[in-house]
């Protein structure tokens, strides 16, 4: 079975399914991360994606970091308390917190997310 869902146009805003990006520096933290995110619901699923190479600016120079790659599977309602945790654990300056909401998807997959992270869950 092949569903798709839009539920951008079925529900409001906070129910609008959103991939958040994150970089982070080593295991322990990307662990620390997911875990707390998907324990307390602020999160369906988290996927940790070693072996990154990322190259930026920073302070007018050219970095290049070695870096592991969170994918968290969420809801727009759950974005501000999502960032607010990752900036107040994460020891960059300024953590990438890039929300990409979806377009559609499966609609049972799309369902779970929403479900898991339906807020007063904890």
Known sequence: ??????????????HTVVLILCSVPTRPIADKIARYLVENHFAACVNIIPGVTS??????KVEKSEELQLMIKSSMGRLAEISEYIHSVHP???PEVLA????????????WIIQETKSGRQ
């Open 1 to 14: 079975m092949n569903q798709q869902i839009n539920l951008q146009t079925s529900q409001s805003t906070t």
């Open 55 to 60: 190259i930026y600016q920073w302070k007018s």
């Open 92 to 94: 960059y300056d300024l």
């Open 100 to 111: 990409i909401p979806t377009s559609g998807g499966g609609m049972e997959y799309l369902s």
